[in-house]
T-cell receptor
C-alpha cells in the first residue's frame, strides 16, 4: 500500500460546481499536511496547509481526520482556472514530504 | 511565500554529456533541499534529500554516482546528471525548506531532453 493515496480522477465538473477530493495516508506518525496544485508542465504550488481544526481560504476548505487518517479538500463555486492536478502531501516529523499521485480536476465551461 | 529559482529552465543535450542544474533559495536559508523527477503524466518522485554540508540521502533506485548532488551553501544545491541518456529525459524540480518553515517551496523546474 502506498503511503499517500488519492483518486487520480479525472473529475470533470461544470463551472460553479462544488467538488471534493479525499486523500488517505498510512503512517499515523504523519504530523503535517498540505494541499498543492500543479498545472501542466509547471512546478507544484502550495494551495494550503491543513490544520487539525480544519481551515478555509476563500472557496477552499481543508479538513483533517486523524482517526481515519484522511484529508479532504473542498472547492466551492469552481472556476475554469481551478483546472489542475491537486496533490496531497504529508510529512512525518523531521522527515521528507510524501506526495500523493494527485487528482486531476477539469472545470468545464 | 519564499522564492526558489532553478537554472537552466530547459536543456537539450546529446547522449553521454553531463548536465548541471542549480537550485537557489533567494530570500531564505534552506537547511534542506529536495530533488524530484517527474515523467509525463506521472507523480513527482523524490530522488534525494540534500542537507547543507553533508552528503545527500538518495532514495532507493536512484544511482548516487549518476545523479551527483552538492549542497555547498545554505542557498545553493546542484544536481549533475552525469553521462545523460535519453531515458534521463524528464522534468527535474528542486524544493527548499528552511529551519523556520514546515512548508517546502518549489523551483520552477528544469526540463531535460537527451537526444
Amino acid at each position: 500500500r502506498k503511503e499517500v493515496e488519492q483518486d487520480p480522477g479525472p473529475f470533470n465538473v461544470p463551472e460553479g460546481a462544488t467538488v471534493a477530493f479525499n486523500c488517505t495516508y498510512s503512517n499515523s506518525a504523519s504530523q503535517s499536511f498540505f494541499w498543492y496544485r500543479q498545472d501542466c508542465r509547471k512546478e507544484p504550488k502550495l494551495l494550503m496547509s491543513v490544520y487539525s481544526s480544519g481551515n478555509e481560504d476563500g472557496r477552499f476548505t481543508a479538513q483533517l481526520n486523524r482517526a481515519s487518517q484522511y484529508i479532504s479538500l473542498l472547492i466551492r463555486d469552481s472556476k475554469l482556472s481551478d483546472s489542475a492536478t491537486y496533490l496531497c502531501v504529508v510529512r512525518r516529523p523531521g522527515q521528507n514530504f510524501v506526495f500523493g499521485p494527485g487528482t486531476r480536476l477539469s472545470v468545464l465551461p | 511565500g519564499a522564492v526558489v529559482s532553478q537554472h537552466p529552465s530547459r536543456v537539450i543535450c546529446k547522449s553521454g554529456t553531463s548536465v548541471k542544474i542549480e537550485c537557489r533559495s533567494l530570500d531564505f536559508q534552506a537547511t534542506t533541499m529536495f530533488w524530484y523527477r517527474q515523467f509525463p503524466k506521472k507523480s513527482l518522485m523524490l530522488m534525494a534529500t540534500s542537507n547543507e554540508g553533508s552528503k545527500a540521502t538518495y532514495e532507493q533506485g536512484v544511482e548516487k554516482d549518476k545523479f551527483l548532488i552538492n549542497h555547498a551553501s545554505l542557498t545553493l544545491s546542484t544536481l549533475t546528471v552525469t553521462s545523460a541518456h535519453p531515458e534521463d529525459s524528464s522534468f527535474y524540480i528542486c524544493s527548499a525548506v528552511s529551519g523556520s518553515h514546515n512548508e517546502q517551496f518549489f523551483g520552477p523546474g528544469t526540463r531535460l531532453t537527451v537526444l
